[in-house]
């Protein structure tokens, strides 16, 4: 099952992993990898690009992370 979701974004996370839980019940395990990077040398990097970085690597993490939460304490 492929889902897509933009992680960063509380509403799609929650849509997405309703969907993975209809067809698969509780999530029991999660494994956090989606991450993007700036290839570029730090003192080039500008404030936008550090920006999605950060939301994406810190906020997207925190966000699924805690919308499986509840799943994976109730699993025990």
């Known amino acids: 099952m492929a889902l897509q979701a933009d992680i960063t974004n ?3 996370v929650e849509s997405a992993l309703n969907q993975l839980r ?3 019940g509780p999530v029991g395990v ?3 990898n989606a991450a ?3 290839f570029c040398p730090f003192a080039d990097i500008k404030d936008d ?10 906020k997207g ?3 699924v992370t ?3 939460l509840p799943d994976m304490l109730a699993l025990g």
Do not use: G, P, S
């Open 22 to 24: 209809e067809k698969f």
């Open 49 to 58: 690009n550090w920006d999605r970085v950060i939301n994406n690597n810190l």
């Open 61 to 63: 993490t925190y966000i």
């Open 10 to 12: 509380r509403t799609q």
């Open 36 to 38: 993007i990077e700036n």
């Open 30 to 32: 999660l494994i956090n």
């Open 66 to 68: 805690q919308t499986v």
